[in-house]
DNA sequence: TTGAAAGTTTAGCATAGGCTAAGTTATATG
DNA sequence: CATATAACTTAGCCTATGCTAAACTTTCAA
């Protein structure tokens, strides 16, 4: 036993990191939803289909769809035909979603990369950013006039 | 019509990052695969589907049928029961990622996060950094003694 | 107040990427 | 060299995330 543990801890290592990006994959999605309905509810004082579709850039039913799994995971409540609303536990991850992104994004623009990519990858890297990371972030946004 | 395009285009800006997301998503399995491929073929001359399945973190019968979906696109070449080789195609890809992967995680020990911790959030960014960005962390590198 | 436009939902399809269980081939050893 | 073990493949299942087309509600304006 102790010569067959002797390999694999490495191989569980290796194989954690890609656990960890499959795993932000899934929460992904839902993250980009509440983030994206909590905007519009502060925007325009409601969030419609509709207007989720147009922004991500997917068809209605897609949203319609992946609006009942974000129902059923507590994150959203909706009644037919009518706007879609944030349960508490959905405020929460909005907000910890938009403070992510705004790190992110103020951190790329600090880097030197132009409005627009900061804007872009920050989209993409969000999801993928530890707390530690993002901690580097925020110092060296302190240190560099964030 | 001057009314109407008025707020499309900033619809159409908003999507466009999402869109990026997306298509980053359906490019990172293969990124992931190719780059370990040509890692255990550096490190012991071949690869083997066990291998992957177990630095991926997957099971077995989920590699063979990504390798399906990788020769589809001719990034590997394959014969039954046998080992896996890339593509010229493939190891362009592979290079691609382990340059792109080496700098993100350079950058992170740079910025000042752990070694643990620059792994694996280089593992899940690497797929989501623009050319502009991996450019500015090169930069950010040298200025930093990277 | 009714009817057309706009928005929402349902139904049905596709692909990607997971899994387990069972079968097949290669290989290493007694 | 025969066979047990390890590696690979196939089959069949599931969920997530996309799509289009068609049906149903709501809303707004004539």
Not at 134 to 143: N, Q, S
């Amino acid at each position: 036993m102790a010569l067959a543990t002797k390999r694999i801890p490495s191989a569980k290592l290796r194989s954690a990191a890609f656990k960890r990006v499959r795993a932000d994959h899934s929460a992904e999605l839902a993250g980009d939803y509440v983030e994206m309905i909590a905007d519009l509810i502060d925007e325009r004082g409601e969030a419609r289909c509709t207007d989720i579709a147009m922004r991500l850039g997917v068809a209605n039913a897609t949203v319609v769809k992946t609006l009942k799994r974000l129902q059923a995971a507590e994150l959203i409540t909706q009644e037919p035909y009518r706007a879609i609303f944030l349960t508490v536990e959905g405020w929460k991850m909005a907000e910890d979603g938009r403070r992510k992104h705004a790190i992110v994004e103020k951190f790329l623009l600090a880097l030197g990369v132009s409005q627009e990519t900061a804007r872009i990858d920050s989209e993409g890297i969000e999801h993928h950013v530890s707390t530690e990371t993002l901690r580097a972030m925020g110092k060296f946004l302190a240190r560099n006039g964030g």
